[in-house]
């Protein structure tokens, strides 16, 4: 009995071991996999990195902006120390006139070689020979006031440069009083507001007086 049991047994263990070849196999064949995907990852990597400049590309587009011309420069001058009716004046012998004209003129009236007309005032010394053409009444040399208009005028002739305005006249020449602060014995000081336009000479038509 003790041999029947024995031989038994050896059966047993030898069926066991049999049954445990083919599961070790399998391990084997799939650790042997997972060390073939392992080495196969930094092929595939250096694959990707070998050529980044393709996977990149940016298209570079340049763009072209085109200055758009405007029809009309302006300048201001804010609270200037100048009288406003001299202002005025000078105001209407620069309107209709090409920026440097009027320039010009001012410069002559700072030598006293051209006088502006002031025909709404009372003046002694009428100085007829010294007034501008198609003006008549009397005239003054108001130096204060031409030097902040000739100053003014060579900003406005700027701006005309910057706009694209191209043959520049003076289409407004407006002055009006600004706010007057008090000076000795209750006096109030010149203040005054100016305000210039320019526009191009071949796009505007002038209407005829009557």
Same mark, same amino acid.
């Given at each position: 009995m003790v041999e029947e049991v024995k031989q038994t047994e050896a059966i047993l263990e030898s069926s066991h071991n049999e049954k445990k070849k083919p599961r070790a196999k399998k391990a084997k064949e799939e650790t042997k996999k997972e060390e073939a995907i392992v080495v196969e990852e930094p092929k595939v990597e250096t694959e990707?990195?070998? =050529?980044?400049?393709? /996977?990149?590309?940016?298209?570079? $587009?340049?763009?072209?902006?085109?200055k758009v011309a405007k029809e009309i420069a302006i300048a201001n001058a804010y609270s200037l120390s100048i009288s406003t009716k001299q202002s005025s004046a000078i105001?209407?012998?620069?309107?209709?006139?090409?920026?440097?004209?009027?320039?010009?003129?001012?410069?002559?009236?700072?030598q006293e070689k051209m006088a502006v007309p002031m025909t709404a005032l009372e003046i002694p010394h009428r100085k007829r020979s010294l007034m501008p053409a198609g003006f008549g009444g009397?005239?003054?040399?108001?130096? =204060?006031?031409?030097? /902040?208009?000739?100053?003014?005028? $060579?900003?406005?002739?700027?701006?005309?440069?910057?706009?694209?305005?191209?043959?520049?006249?003076i289409t407004i020449a407006m002055s009006n009083i600004a706010s007057r602060p008090f000076r000795k014995e209750g006096r109030r000081a010149k203040?005054?507001?100016?305000?210039?336009?320019?526009?191009?000479?071949?796009k505007l038509i002038f209407k005829k007086k009557k």
């Open positions: 990707t990195n070998a =050529n980044p400049d393709s /996977e990149k590309k940016v298209e570079v $587009k340049k763009i072209i902006t085109k105001g209407k012998m620069i309107l209709r006139k090409p920026v440097d004209r009027a320039i010009e003129m001012l410069e002559l009236v700072l009397g005239g003054r040399f108001p130096k =204060n006031a031409s030097k /902040e208009f000739i100053n003014l005028l $060579k900003q406005l002739k700027a701006n005309c440069e910057t706009n694209g305005v191209e043959n520049p006249v203040s005054t507001h100016v305000h210039l336009e320019a526009r191009d000479k071949t």
